[in-house]
């Protein structure tokens, strides 16, 4: 069960696994997600399905190495399995026609919204592609995306392809320019997701962020996922993890997601992990 | 059975042997040890084997609670426990968790003058007895039947059930969707109060009656109710999914840093292993300074969880009197004897921030009681311009849990009532659904281990009822699909 059928490296320190999962396959819609486990003793950590197959029973997973458990995974190799996989969770992306949609990516955000742009794109929504990332080499899934929609944009923090500077600016700059966006979807870093919803308030274009809190079940049992959300407490892992992100309250979950920081630290000595890796 | 019969009374009520408080709140091991034999025997001594016992009807899963003592009585220790096992097939949890206080116990016609014969102690010992020399009551079914039934959740109500019908002859496959099989009995209860090696053992017992588990699974996300009767090929399905959908308090700072559910901070250290951090990879913050909130089991069980992650003080604030309490007895006092500090009458307002998002303090309210309430209890009043603030760290949410809505919402004609629990005839968990049945803490809203049990073998009876009424298979069932091939050895579905 879960072997990994197939691995890439899409980017320094970001691995593209294709791993058999037929009911997960069978079942999964674009914003839905799966909680892995990667050995005996090893934590629950939340994972965005980046597109599935019903066909052969795989589902995509794309992740970047942060911590431990992510560390561990990357060093899985072909023909191994994932421990255990659970999904697909959470409540799927509303697809509907909506004029033009800009989805806006920040870094490996590229992946989970992969298959929210296929889907957009399929019932007939004009889809325009923001890809985000920290220079040339962290850009992923370039082509692909670009397969699922009428345009794409880069934008590099450093300039070293596409426009320079963030992704929030570069939609603030199209949307000046006059390109229409009736609708946007954001998946990134929270600061990227922040920045972009500032934007995207401004012209008053609805906007969705997925987003990734600490889980442990994922099935809406531990309440650690909870975010605010128009002043309410939410769980991300049954009610989201997408939400309207004008209404979500990034700050509170920047700090959330800081928690464990020191333990984090702990648990990546052991593993002989560098620091900031 | 003739008998010397000893005076009643002459001998009192055995006490449990348990760890001294001072040394097991350095440990997770379980702290009440069990009886000895000679114990056991002289406890078993004490039953005045009543002709009409009330003691049974007093059990929810109807032990015949004088015939195993007897048992005991005569020696016959593995005759106590397959009499029990007739009844019951997990008497080695509801030995330890059952609140026998509130069940047999409060009937024993012993008890009306005495103290009442300890059934509960009695009951863990002939099942630890064995278990410890690995002797297995359970065995598979002589003849199984072409009927498929899914159990949804691996918890008290789901294995009970799962073991019932499995005796049947039925073949039965239990969807669990955390990794590990066992419910709250695993991420819930304590290590120290319900040692998990004995949850695997009982679970493995129902292995060996056939019962096959796939972990992992979701049902509603992985595969729907419907699915699992139109494309698994299921005759029915028993959804025992429990209370998982943890209540906050809705008080300004939940979401600071500190802040945890009970079921949160439990299944970090008791399912994930937290208390072995680094050892294991998922960590629990667990500060100087440790507040509970709440009066019921799961508060107990998390306080004495805090206690034993060398905080400095710990703290369980409740907004009514002890009197009031609904956690049991006798977890009240271990709690106390290994010193958590009670204080009740206290209702927090809010969460105070240490100024960059981590929490500093509770800030609580005195209460006093007032009239009784709809649950009979006397309502907590706040005393106003009372306020007050209890310093901590980490705070720990324990103040019940509501019913999840991912089964419920994802099948179709399911009633459930406003607080969102699926409504089921409490004497056969028949659903609006044909074919499905209900039971446990979905059904009722948070209750307790046996009472789920309790609801498992009523519904597992239904169940065999509604199979025998479905008329036979015409054609071959479908093959088990190669995703859901068994996790284990077992009688293979036919």
Redo the contacts between chains.
């Keep these: ?1 879960f072997t990994i059928v197939e691995k890439k490296i899409l980017a320094p320190k970001v691995t593209w696994f294709r791993v058999e999962s ?3 396959a069978k ?1 999964h819609k674009p914003g839905q997600f799966v909680l892995l ?1 990667v050995c005996e ?4 950590f939340p994972l965005t399905i980046a597109d599935s197959d019903k066909r052969t ?1 795989t589902i995509i997973l794309v992740s970047q190495e942060v911590g ?2 992510t560390g561990l995974l990357a060093q899985l190799e072909q023909g191994e399995s994932i ?7 959470g409540k799927p992306t509303e697809i509907k026609k909506f004029g033009t949609v800009a989805c806006i990516a920040g870094g490996i955000g590229a992946a989970p919204l992969y298959p929210i742009a296929k889907k957009m794109l399929e019932v007939g929504n004009r889809v325009v592609v923001y890809l985000g990332a920290r220079n040339r080499e962290a850009i992923i899934l370039q082509h692909e995306l670009s397969l699922v929609s009428d345009r794409l944009l880069i934008a590099t923090d450093d300039g070293s392809s596409g426009y320079h500077g963030v992704v929030s600016e570069l939609l603030r700059q199209h949307i000046r320019l006059g390109e229409s966006c009736d609708h946007a979807t954001a998946i990134g870093p929270l600061p990227m997701m922040k920045a972009v919803c500032a934007v995207t308030r401004e012209y008053e274009i609805p906007t969705i962020v997925s987003l990734n809190p600490i889980m ?2 994922g ?6 996922c ?3 959300v128009d002043g309410k ?1 939410q769980f991300a892992c ?1 009610d989201g993890p997408e939400f309207d992100g004008h209404a979500v ?1 990034f700050d ?1 979950l920047a ?2 997601l ?3 920081r020191d ?2 630290k ?2 990546m000595e ?1 593993a002989g992990v560098p620091h900031g890796a | 059975m003739a008998r010397d019969k000893v005076k009643p009374g002459r001998v009192p009520r055995q006490p449990m042997p348990e760890q001294p408080a001072s040394e097991r709140v350095q440990n997770f091991g379980e702290v009440t040890l069990g009886f000895s034999a000679e114990l056991a025997q002289l406890e078993a001594e004490r039953c005045l084997m009543c002709k009409k016992p009330t003691c049974i009807d007093g059990c929810p899963v109807s032990i015949d609670i004088p015939s195993f003592i007897q048992h005991v009585v005569d020696g016959d220790f593995e005759g106590a426990a397959a009499k029990i096992f007739e009844s019951n097939s997990l008497a080695a949890i509801c030995g330890r968790v059952c609140p026998q206080e509130d069940q047999c116990e409060a009937v024993c016609v012993m008890g009306k003058k005495f103290e009442p014969v300890a059934i509960g102690r009695l009951e863990r010992f002939v099942a630890d007895y064995v278990r410890g020399r690995g002797l297995s009551l359970a065995k598979p079914p002589t003849a199984t039947t072409e009927r498929r039934v899914a159990i949804i959740g691996s918890g008290p109500a789901g294995l009970t059930a799962a073991g019932e019908l499995a005796k049947l002859g039925h073949s039965v496959t239990i969807f669990e ?3 590990e099989p066992g419910g709250v009995l695993v ?1 819930g209860i304590p290590e120290f109060r319900l040692p998990k090696a004995i949850v695997a053992q009982e679970i493995g017992n129902l292995k060996t009656l056939g019962v096959q588990i796939e ?4 049902i509603g ?3 729907l109710i419907d699915e699992l009767f139109d494309e698994e090929g299921y005759d029915a399905v028993f959804i025992g999914t429990g209370a ?3 209540y ?1 308090l ?1 008080i300004p700072g ?2 600071l ?2 802040v ?2 009970a ?2 901070f439990l ?2 250290v008791n399912l ?2 937290a208390y ?8 629990v ?1 667990v500060a100087k300074n440790v507040v509970v909130i709440g009066g019921g089991n799961t508060a107990l069980d998390a306080a004495r969880t805090a206690l034993r992650l060398h905080p400095e003080k710990v703290s369980l604030l409740y907004r009514r009197s002890r009197a009031e309490m609904p956690g049991r007895n006798e977890e009240i006092e271990h709690a106390e004897d290994e010193g958590v500090v009670f204080q009740m009458l206290t209702n927090p307002v809010r969460f105070v921030d240490r100024g960059d ?1 981590w929490l500093a303090g509770v800030e609580c309210v005195r209460m006093e009681l007032g009239e009784p309430d709809e649950s009979g209890r006397r309502r907590p009043v706040p005393v106003e311009g009372s306020n007050f603030v209890v310093e901590c760290e980490t705070v720990v949410v324990a103040v019940g849990n509501g019913a ?3 089964v419920a919402s994802t099948t179709p004609g399911l009633q459930t009532n406003r607080h969102g629990n699926i409504v089921a005839e409490e004497s056969s968990g028949l659903t609006s659904r044909e074919g499905i049945f209900a039971g446990g803490d979905i059904v009722t809203g948070a209750a307790t281990v046996i009472l789920a049990m309790g609801a498992g073998k009523k519904a597992a009876a239904a169940i065999h009822d509604f199979l025998q009424t479905l008329p036979p298979k015409t054609t071959e069932p479908p093959p088990l699909a ?2 859901l091939k068994p996790s284990s050895g077992g009688v293979l579905p036919p």
């Design positions: 069960m037929p009911l997960i079942r486990r003793e090893g934590e629950r029973g431990k458990s421990l255990d996989v659970v999904g697909p969770l442990v079940d099935t809406g049992m531990c309440g650690g909870r975010v605010r407490i049954v309250d509170s700090h959330r800081r928690m464990y333990q984090e702990c648990a052991r | 969707a955390l990794h991420y972990t992992n699974v979701v996300r992985t595969i998982g959908l943890p906050f809705d939940e979401d840093n500190g945890y559910s079921n949160e299944t970090r994930m292993k072995r951090f680094p050892d294991s990879d998922t960590p913050q998002g999840n809505q991912i190669a995703h």
